[in-house]
Structure formats: structure tokens, C-alpha cells
């Protein structure tokens, strides 16, 4: 169903740690997302790009996260100093950005913060 | 902010039998994308709607702006159904930024 590959599948870090994850979208997909969703199954929406550009991002996103989208390059989501309640699921999906189009996910990373 | 009310939170279903998963918008959405999460931890997206109603096998999707609301039917339930669905919804102008519900968690039993 998806070709949206993350890496790590998991990652496991200490507190104030960096903590680094990759996505490759889909080919010919220029927007991506980047979600986490924690033990109880909630999503948080924490950025989105259109090619390498920020579309949106919330502010923990802005003050906490390094987040990039290079052209020719795996994107990145980058926790600066990991903190326990960071602990979640990472999820990238990407899409075409066009109207009655389909977001499609990776599998995550799962990301522990000791 | 934008709510999505998803229900029910559980189910439980025998082989060969079917219900409706139900999602609420507090307020007008632009469209509805509904997902299954596996067993593998996948999140396969099953259905985007834009309005009207959409079928793919035994499950079938409709969603209605208006009424704000989606609903996702399972017919003939199968085994390899159960897992827990999601829907997310599109606000207007929301660049496809998807607002999830809380999920309901499917088992099927032999």
C-alpha cells in the first residue's frame, strides 16, 4: 500500500539526547508530514512541508525540533534534547498536496526516551 | 480547534458479521480519509472522501459535510480485519493537515 519508508524502525535515547529520524516520501510526492502518536493513540500534527519548503508547523515543532525536507535527501525530524514525554510513535506520510488526494504513511518510528 | 469524535472506541465482531464505525466533526470538514492500523503497525489509508460514499470490497465509506459526519461499514468481517481504524478529517484550508479521532479497536473472533 505505501511506499513511504522511515528509519530507524526504533530508537531508543537517553534524556537531553539528540534523537534523529528519516523519511523518504513516495516518488513524485512533494508534500510530507510528520505526526507523533503517543500510547494512547492520539495524533499530533507537527509539520508539513511542500518540497523543501515549511507549509505549517506547531510551536513545540518550532522551539524543540530541527526539521528538514532537502532536495535529493531523506527528510529529517530531529529532536534537539529528548525529553521522556517525547516517547511516542513517528509517523511521515506523504502526498501528492492535490485536492481529493490520499495521505499515505510510513510504519514509524518508535522512539524511547529513558 | 477542530474535534473529531470517533465511536465506538472498541468492537467486538464474529466472522461473517458486520457494523459501522462512526466519526463526528465538531465543525465543517473538507474531507475524510479513513486508516487500519495492523497488526504490524501499519497505518493502511482505506478510503478519501470528498463527499457521497465510496466502496471497496466489503467496506464501504460515506461521508457527509453538511451533517458532519463518516461512517465506515464492515460487511462479511473477516479475521484479518481486526486492528484498530482511524479516521482523520480535513479542515477547510487545512493544506491536507489531518485532525485523527481517537480510533476504534476491531477484533474479529472465529
Known amino acids: 500500500n505505501s511506499k513511504v519508508i522511515q528509519t530507524p524502525r526504533y530508537l531508543v535515547k537517553g534524556q537531553g539526547q539528540k534523537a534523529k529520524m528519516r523519511c523518504i516520501p513516495e516518488?513524485?510526492?512533494?508534500?510530507v508530514f510528520w505526526y507523533q502518536q503517543n500510547k494512547n493513540n492520539e495524533f499530533k500534527f507537527l509539520i508539513n512541508?511542500?518540497?523543501?519548503?515549511?507549509?505549517?508547523q506547531i510551536d513545540m515543532t518550532e522551539k524543540r525540533f530541527s526539521a528538514e525536507c532537502p532536495s535529493n535527501s531523506p527528510c529529517s525530524l530531529e529532536i534537539q534534547s529528548s525529553e521522556a514525554g517525547d516517547s511516542a510513535l513517528y509517523l511521515c506520510?506523504?502526498?501528492?498536496?492535490?485536492?481529493?488526494?490520499?495521505?499515505?504513511f510510513g510504519h514509524g518510528t518508535k522512539l524511547s526516551v529513558l | 480547534g477542530d474535534q473529531v469524535e470517533q465511536s465506538p472506541s472498541a468492537l467486538s465482531l464474529h466472522e461473517g458479521t458486520g457494523s459501522a464505525l462512526r466519526c463526528n466533526f465538531t465543525t465543517t470538514m473538507r474531507a475524510v480519509q479513513w486508516f487500519r492500523k495492523n497488526s504490524r503497525g501499519s497505518l493502511i489509508n482505506l478510503f478519501y472522501l470528498a463527499s457521497g460514499t465510496k466502496e471497496n470490497g466489503r467496506l464501504k465509506s460515506a461521508f457527509d459535510s453538511k451533517e458532519r459526519y463518516s461512517t465506515l461499514h464492515i460487511r462479511d468481517a473477516q479475521l484479518e480485519d481486526s486492528g484498530t481504524y482511524f479516521c482523520a478529517a480535513e479542515g477547510p484550508g487545512s493544506f491536507n493537515k489531518l485532525t485523527f479521532g481517537a480510533g476504534t479497536r476491531l477484533a474479529v473472533c472465529p
Open positions: 512541508f511542500q518540497n523543501q519548503e515549511v507549509l505549517q
Open positions: 506520510a506523504s502526498g501528492t498536496g492535490g485536492p481529493n488526494e490520499r495521505l499515505f
Open positions: 516518488k513524485g510526492h512533494p508534500v
